[in-house]
């Protein structure tokens, strides 16, 4: 997946910050809870073969999967919507007495676009999606020459038409699954978007705003909140457009991280590399500090566990990223890609058990 990682307008002027409109949804935990392990399956295949086929999910140590589903597989049609595979997957993992979180994934990090057909044919839609770089993405391997596809699509979520047509699916799948799940995020919010001039400005697309960027995120965080209130909502926030902190603070990630909560959300990210330069000014400084009484999870993508750990010297360890979740950013759930060799060779073979203590 990618990540925000190049410096990006750090001396733009200061601009408002995003709106927040307070209106608590959600129940917050009663007390702290063990930390809860659950796969991260970025792809399914044809019919769920592959969720079906994963023999770590049977794995007492894992509560579940976060299984990525697409806008596009979801709404195939406008206004036509097929659950199907949800359902199913639902299902399946009830038998083996798992559990389902949802990533709705309307980005993409490939060639390949997620959005419905219709986003890209009407032109209501402002042609549905842009596209961005994913050169700096921290699971992209730094000794892979560069190839031409290596882009992906983001939504056009600050068009309205584009965002009102997301937020009909949100409340589509909040009343047909909400409480039969254990959770739903959204794909993440950075976006690689604009050519990064000289003097350390960027000059964005013209069909691109980040306030209303911005602004898009804090209103489909409402809709997520009012659509999902038994099961957990949680917002993925890790890096914004024209803002890079601390040197550039225009209050977008502050007013993010208040809005959800407000809306008693949770909060998280797609990636766990302890102590992490870019990161750690970013949105980890805001996850560290968020209310323990509130959900926070994070992701172990591609790369993670080859990332050299700042504090050590060394590559990214099982106990590293285990300390730093559970002392650092006090997270509740670790969402685990299955990223060869460090799966097999790491992860199953030092995660602790549930009665374990890892800290």
Known sequence: M????????IFLSAASAASIQPEPQLESKSEPQPLQHFIYI???????ENIRADKALRDPRFGGAQIVYTWRCLEPKQGEYDFSAIKADIAYLDSIGKKLWIQLQEKSFTPRINVPRYLLDDPI??????KQSM???????PNKPVTDDEYGWSAKMWEP?????YQQLVRQLGQEFDGKIAGINFSESSIDVGTENADGTTTFPSDFNPKAYIDAIGENMQVLAESFQHSTAMVYLNFLPDEWLPWNDKGYMRGLFAQAKSLNMGVGGPDLMPYRKSHMAQSYAFIKEYPATLV?????????LRQINPKTGKK??????????QNYLGLDYIFWVEDEPYFTD??????????TKTN
Do not use: C
């Open 161 to 165: 038409a584009v965002r009102a047509r």
């Open 346 to 355: 790491e992860v199953l073979q030092q995660l602790p058990t549930p009665d």
């Open 296 to 304: 926070k999870g994070m992701a172990v993508q591609d790369g993670n």
């Open 2 to 9: 990618f990540r925000w990682t190049i410096l990006l307008s």
């Open 135 to 141: 050169l700096s993405a921290p699971e992209r391997d």
């Open 316 to 325: 990214n360890t099982v106990p590293d990223l285990l300390d730093f979740a």
């Open 125 to 130: 839609y402002q042609g549905g999606v842009l």
């Open 42 to 48: 970025n792809h399914r295949e044809a019919n769920g």
